[in-house]
């Protein structure tokens, strides 16, 4: 059945009526920079900017965060990064030297992502991990866990097949020396720890003084709600299994950290259509930069507002593209006559990034495909159509004017003269597809095939008006020798 309102907004009133008094709403998202990020993950990031819109249109305050989880450990090196990186491995990401220049592992994917985020509208306030945590801004969650070891123990037990081993620690330290976390716990006392480590280094250290340990996965989510006072959060089906970590992070903000458990939206991985390979500079992950070359900020958000989170969609490369950027657009026209219904108005407001108080002015993408075959020089969307074509479009989109004319028959090239003829009356599209219509009357599939030959050598191509008209002296260049 439809749902009559719009999901963001449904989520936003569930927000306020968990907490109706709270004063900042806190909505929260985050990724572990640990590559390219996938155009999946950008499923996340966008659910959380539009219920974060949401509430502000109903007059609420509200705190976006993104963490860049960038203290997680680098675990595996991805098919764009040298495979020397491999003797890295153990260590914080944001501690990795960077494969692509300066600045570390962590910041480089972290920019590429964040470069395309403002691209898209999405401005959140980035929390990098790594940062809070050499600040030891998280000590007192760590003492928590550490006191209620057995506590968590039990909880995650519930859910394992394997119990935890009996020197299972909440968290793990990377080591002063190395700096990786190929470590071992020996004693915890109070806020002291005593670890030694694979390299032949131990030591003892006060972790309110020296920010080099981490909670785990699955303690440091509910760790990190409560830190923050987190609302909402959605998650992917990597933490949205039956006994996941979202099933253990809610009884363990509870239990162990007495906090509240965010409002969660389960969010489904997009598939994608079309398009053979995917750029190998982003180590074949499809991400965010790759999808903008395609399609415009406005209308990739429109693929992901239209859906609700927990329903599955693809992202489409091949001609399929042109149906989707004719659905946005005559989605816009409805906004802007008033002939709309209230949900698809929603939507179109979330797709924009700013919205205009008067409709845009914009060239469909299936024109464009004739106009930037054309030479010419067209910004914008062009520039999408262009790359498209180059990278994805199908054979039968792809078109070029020749610059002869093979032999003909004495009927081909009456027909063909005619048709040079009728180019000097400067008429407009309409008119000009009509009257080609009149010289082919008798044989209309005929006459169509027979210029499309001759003018770009092939059985059909885009609107023939549209063609001639767009590549108006190449052609009159073509026919001037009948
Ligand atoms: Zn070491």
């Known amino acids: ?20 008094k709270k004063n900042i709403y806190v909505c929260a998202s985050g990724i572990t920079p640990s590559g390219s990020v996938h155009i999946g993950n950008f499923r996340e990031v966008i659910t959380t900017d539009l219920v974060v819109r949401a509430l502000k249109d109903k007059g609420k305050k509200v705190r976006f965060i993104y963490s860049w989880d960038d203290f997680d450990r680098f675990r595996k090196v991805p098919a764009n990064v040298p495979k020397e990186w491999e003797k ?16 570390s592992y962590a910041e480089h994917f972290e920019k590429e992502f964040e470069d395309s985020l403002k691209e898209v509208g999405i401005e959140p306030e980035f929390i990098r991990q790594s940062e809070m945590n050499k600040k030891c801004e998280y000590a007192e969650e760590i003492k928590t866990a550490l006191d209620n070891k057995d506590e968590i123990v039990k909880i995650l037990n519930k859910y394992r097949k394997e119990r935890l081993k009996e020197d299972w620690w909440p968290i793990s330290v990377y080591c002063e020396k190395c700096r990786k976390d190929f470590t071992r716990i020996l004693n915890v006392e109070n806020y002291e720890i005593e670890y030694e480590c694979d390299c032949g280094f131990s030591g003892k250290f006060d972790f309110r003084k020296k920010g080099i340990v981490k909670l785990v996965w699955r303690v440091d989510w509910p760790a990190r709600w409560k830190h923050e006072g987190v609302d909402f959060e959605p998650g992917g089906i990597d933490h949205s299994t039956p006994g996941g970590s979202y099933t253990t992070a809610k009884e363990i903000v509870k239990k162990i950290y007495k906090g509240r458990v965010p409002l969660y939206e389960f969010y489904e991985w997009v598939r994608i259509k079309g398009g053979k390979e995917f750029s190998s500079s982003s180590g074949n992950v499809l991400t965010l930069k790759d999808v903008l070359e395609i399609y415009e900020p406005e209308v990739l958000r429109y693929l992901f507002v239209a859906t609700r989170p927990n329903k599955g969609f693809q ?10 950027y004719e659905d946005y657009d005559n989605l816009e026209e409805r906004y802007y006559s008033g002939k709309i219904d209230e949900k698809d108005k929603r939507i179109y407001e979330l797709s924009q990034i700013k919205l205009a108080k008067k409709k845009p002015e914009r060239i469909g993408f299936r024109h464009l495909i004739t106009l930037v075959q054309s030479s010419k020089k067209i910004s914008g969307r062009g520039e999408k159509v262009k790359n498209w074509l180059e990278k994805y479009a199908g054979d039968d989109m792809k078109f070029e004017v020749k610059d002869k004319i093979g032999k003909l028959s004495k009927k081909e090239k009456d027909i063909l003269i005619k048709v040079r003829d009728l180019l000097k009356k400067n008429l407009d599209e309409k008119n000009l597809q009509n009257e080609l219509y009149e010289i082919g009357r008798d044989d209309v599939k005929g006459f169509f095939q027979l210029v499309y030959r001759i003018l770009i050598g092939k059985k059909n191509g885009p609107r023939l008006a549209g063609l001639i008209l767009a590549n108006k002296e190449k052609v009159a260049r073509l026919l001037k020798d009948l």
């Open 88 to 103: 890295y491995i153990g260590m914080p990401l944001s501690d990795v030297m960077s494969p692509f220049g300066k600045g």
């Open 1 to 20: 059945m439809a749902e009559k309102f719009f999901w963001a907004d449904q989520i936003a009133d569930d927000i306020i009526k968990k907490n109706p």
């Open 315 to 324: 992202i489409s490369f091949d001609n399929d593209v042109i149906k989707i």
